[in-house]
């Protein structure tokens, strides 16, 4: 099977007739593709940011971020690619644009990245309530990324209720969360046994998140859990102690810190179940990011992590992180191979790790996603003119 009712024809005028085509459709919300999704709307933070944060602030994160694959800075919070690129080549599909970097409809074909590095799930409220400061309130949190997807839905689909769009698009929402304790945690003035009790806090703003896309009419959502703190630089350097019972005798990640992020998991899962009890009419579906991440520390040396403790990038240390020389500065050091590192930067992760733990993620729930099984363009173009893939 192929594309016979494409020969002979001149590819120039196919094109221009299908982007005329492809954008009406858009614009009138028409479900553009069978089998897969056509576009994706992205929540979350750093984990997840492929430009956003970038295009607020102007002139963070620079090089070295990004040297791996782009070889240049492209808002990424990697040497290389995030989670969004790596599930988009998971599903086949075309990664979205970052919000903040489209204007028109065209430029939102595939959707939309709204997630920001630093954005909490929870509002800014809750941690000035608690007198924490948020370092800067432009980073947002999820409600307002939510804010940002519906003023966009007012340019797809100004003439409808946007129900087709809705209901065909794939919503990743998460990961998020782990700003919700890294702000608390770094301002060095919270005591980790409070931070614990933020996490239904946090779960429950996620779980509001998920309930206001469905209302919306959303009707498949990945929710992606957050990575174990145990065996992040950052957190093994704050929580560094000579107690070797706190370590894990095979990862040398440390216990407790795994433990709260397993708990996170577990209250996530919980209202994830509650969710898809109340809302039959949705697919809600969790992604492992942290057993993945698990099973991978678990097995480093046979992934090629010869350090899979330490930063790559950053100043001396124990872990080769320190708070005072953060990766970029200008006293940081970068390692020689990334590939054979987990961390990049002491929390974020390399182009490598994040290739593994998508992967391994969604091998788990793939079969309940639809994936794109030829190059997306093609199968929206071809779908698009109703041709027979
Ligand atoms: C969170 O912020 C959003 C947007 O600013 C607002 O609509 C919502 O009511 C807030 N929720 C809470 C719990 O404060
Ligand atoms: C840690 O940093 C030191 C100093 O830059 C470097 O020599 C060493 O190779 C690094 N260790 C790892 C595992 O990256």
Known sequence: MSLNGTRGLNSYNI????????????????????????????????????????????????????QTFFHKATGRWSDGRVFADFIAKELGMSLPVAYLNGKTAEDFLYGANFAVGGATAMNHSFFQEKGITVADPRVGFLALQIQWFKQLLTLLCPQSDCRNILESSLFLVGEIGVNDYNIPASSFSVPFDEIRTFVPHVIQAIGEGIKELIELGAKTLVVPGIIPFGCTPYYLTMFRTENNEDYDEVTGCM????????????????????????????????????????????????????????????????????FEIPCGDERSRVCADPSRYLSWDGFHLTDRANELIVHRAFSKIIKRLDVCESSPDLKLIADSMDFEL
């Not at 614009?27 to 940011?49: E, K, N, V």
Request: glycine share 10%; proline share 4%; hydrophobic share 40%.
């Open 15 to 66: 094109l221009s007739f299908l982007f005329f085509k492809l954008t009406i459709l858009l614009l009138s919300g028409a479900h553009l593709c069978h089998g897969c999704y056509p576009r994706m709307f992205i929540f979350g933070d750093s984990l997840t940011d492929t430009g956003n944060f970038l295009s607020i602030f102007g002139d963070v994160p620079m090089l070295p971020y990004g």
């Open 255 to 322: 216990k407790w810190l795994n433990e709260f992020s397993y708990h996170h998991e577990k209250l996530l899962k919980e209202e994830l179940n509650k969710l898809q009890r109340l809302c039959p009419e949705a697919t809600i579906i969790h992604a492992d990011y942290n057993g993945a991440s698990i099973d991978i520390f678990k097995s480093a040396e046979r992934y090629g992590f010869t350090n899979p403790l330490f930063a790559c990038c950053g100043g001396e240390g124990r872990y080769n992180f320190t």
